[in-house]
């Protein structure tokens, strides 16, 4: 790797510690965000922000499962669980 790439460029610009977010068009379909009940970097509180990335407002939820930010690696069957429970709901 030559010396004037940064090991930084390899990832998203999201995980920068300078990234800063420009609001993009509501996606037109529903979402369902995922939390981890003791994860302080993204919170119940946090990811109910997603709720402006939709025009299915009134359909927004935040599904919240025990752990931290790594819940999903701790409970990957619940969450692989409550994944199809949400899919079965798509009418």
């Known amino acids: 790797m030559s ?10 610009p999201f995980l920068s510690d300078n990234y800063v977010y420009t609001p993009l068009p509501a996606l037109p379909f529903r979402l369902v965000a995922f939390a981890g009940e003791n ?36 409970h990957t069957s619940m969450v692989l669980e409550r994944i199809g429970q949400r899919v079965r709901l798509i009418k």
């Open 3 to 12: 010396s004037s790439v940064s090991f930084a460029s390899f990832f998203p």
């Open 39 to 74: 994860d302080a970097r993204a919170s119940k509180e946090i990811m109910e922000g997603w709720v402006k990335m939709t025009t299915h407002e009134k359909d927004f939820a935040v599904d919240v499962f025990p752990g931290g930010h790594f819940f999903i690696k701790e």
